[in-house]
């Protein structure tokens, strides 16, 4: 019973292969990478720069095909070939660009003269109560002009905007970095009541650690495209001896220094011939499928 509701409402990653640029000197950043995040979660992706955070969230918001249908599922469907998925809003993707969806030519950016009210109270079919406690929350001036704020203040519109409609899995890439610590904490903690109340999942990829011990009840450890680690917050051995999240975070990073790093493939005939390569599916910087 629990494996068909995490099917059905979960994240799950089979086997997946992606890389931007397959050759000698660039080996895959995934390679038979596998995960489960189960509905309701608060999961932590953390990782080193360049690890594959952001690729990896990237590919589960559909921006990316990588196998077939199967090898990515998020709430039962195909993160990529499911639009209906992005367009109902039941997957939402919070990352650094400050941009908007335009029908099928996927995102432009946003740059010019707008207000806070002309971009918020232009998304259609938002619930008036969730956007007035949304622009309470993040401390919104809707007088705010977009060209003249500052980057937390833009952020906070981005975000606004981004939660207008209630999601059923959230994937976050750092959106709280430009925020003030007062804000941050309150925007957490209506993340844990949409986890608590509404069964919502999320994603959420971090290198601030202030308060997420008691926020999260999940996390994912990816080192060079491999995930290291996949637990519950509260089965992590070492928060045993250490409430301190961001201590065993920095000791796990500093270990991965002293590690050999991920050798190149060879391009042999043998490579040539793998299934990753002779894919229809193979993603590279000359051919990739994205959107």
Not at 222 to 228: N, W
Request: proline share 3%; charged share 25%.
């Amino acid at each position: 019973m629990a494996k068909e509701r995490e099917s059905e409402n979960g994240i799950i990653v089979k086997a997946m292969q992606f890389s931007y640029e397959y050759s000698e000197k660039e080996p895959p950043l995934f390679t038979d990478f596998n995960l489960n995040v189960s509905p309701g979660s608060r999961c932590l992706l953390l990782g080193a720069n360049g690890s594959g955070k952001t690729t990896l969230l990237k590919i589960l918001a559909g921006k990316h095909m990588v196998g077939g249908r199967d090898v990515v599922r998020v709430l039962n469907g195909s993160a990529f070939h499911d639009t209906k998925l992005v367009c109902s809003g039941d997957l939402a993707y919070l990352g650094g660009s400050w941009s908007k969806n335009v029908s099928s030519a996927g995102d432009i950016p946003l740059q010019g003269d707008f207000s806070a009210e002309h971009m918020i109270f232009g998304v259609e079919g938002t619930d008036p109560d969730r956007r007035d406690k949304l622009i309470d929350l993040l401390d919104i001036d809707l007088n705010w002009r977009m060209h003249k704020v500052s980057d937390g203040q833009r952020r906070r519109v981005q975000i606004c905007l981004g939660l207008l409609h209630p999601y059923k899995v959230l994937l976050l890439d750092e959106v709280t970095v430009d925020l003030d610590v007062v804000t941050r904490m309150d925007l957490l903690d209506f993340f844990r009541e949409e986890c608590e109340q509404r069964e919502s999942t999320i994603v959420y990829a971090t290198h601030i650690f202030d308060g997420l011990e008691t926020w999260a009840t999940h996390l994912a450890y990816i080192q060079e495209g491999e995930l290291r680690r996949a637990e519950k917050l509260s089965d992590v051995s070492e928060l045993k001896s250490s409430t301190n999240l961001l201590s065993i975070v920095e000791s796990w990073l500093r270990a991965e220094t002293k590690l050999e790093k991920k050798k190149p493939v060879h391009n042999d005939s043998h490579t040539q011939n793998t299934s990753f390569v002779s894919s229809p599916f193979f993603s590279s910087r000359h051919m990739a499928y994205y959107r």
